[in-house]
């Protein structure tokens, strides 16, 4: 978990670093689908990926010992979901996103088969079907066809099973449960969401900056 979490770390200050947070990125799918391939910073990637690395090696050592370790298999889950979002958020490798989203929410299924109370592994399987239920139609086929989930209303349920008793990714999940409430226009569950989120970690100026823009 040590390394995986330095990953995450890395990611999400890339992102920072190159303003990808910002809710309307999220919030427009017009200017999703536009959005430019980001230009990364090398140092850094190579940091992340010998984070990552480093997490799946001593996952595989652990999981060869005990095929049932939770911890290894919730690092696993994590690291499949990094790579996803890198991919597409950095990459903008959209077709390589998905298979790593679906990964990571197999993954996330054989956990909760032997610990249905990994409630931070619920987001795995919360992110694929909301983010691919929010598709056309006609797309939604296609995905299932695929193997992929896009049960877009069971999907938020799952975030907000992280959010309210996940351990390390309860603050992501509301984040994301902000976001969706922002692209149903409930405009008030946001604000409540990210007011909470602004609160609670009073050094990330990314919630208050959310927040104001909303208000």
């Not at 947070?21 to 990364?40: S, V």
């Not at 595989?60 to 979901?81: E, H, I, R, T, Y």
Request: charged share 25%; glycine share 4%.
């Amino acid at each position: 978990m040590g390394p995986v979490s330095n990953a995450a770390a890395y990611l999400f200050s890339e992102f920072d670093r190159l303003h990808i947070l910002e809710a309307d990125l999220f919030t427009d799918d017009h200017k999703f689908d536009n959005r430019n391939k980001r230009t990364p910073d090398p140092a850094l990637k190579t940091e992340f990926e010998k984070a990552l690395a480093k997490s799946t090696d001593l996952a595989n050592k652990m999981l060869a010992q005990n095929p049932q370790d939770k911890n290894a298999m919730f690092s696993q889950v994590m690291a499949n979901g990094l790579r996803g979002d890198y991919a597409a958020m950095i990459e903008k490798r959209n077709l390589a996103s998905l298979t790593y989203m679906k990964t990571a929410r197999g993954m996330a299924e054989k956990l909760l088969a032997i610990d249905p109370t990994c409630y931070d592994a619920y987001l795995a399987i919360g992110v694929e079907n909301y983010l691919l239920g929010s598709s056309s139609a006609p797309v939604r086929w296609v995905l299932r066809m695929t193997g992929a989930q896009t049960d877009k209303a069971g999907g938020v349920e799952r975030l907000r099973l992280t959010a309210d008793k996940g351990h390390y990714l309860a603050p992501f999940a509301r984040l994301l449960l902000a976001v969706a409430a922002l692209r149903d226009k409930d405009r008030q569950t946001a604000r409540t969401l990210l007011a909470a989120l602004a609160t609670e970690f009073p050094r990330n100026q990314l919630y208050a900056q959310e927040l104001a823009r909303i208000q």
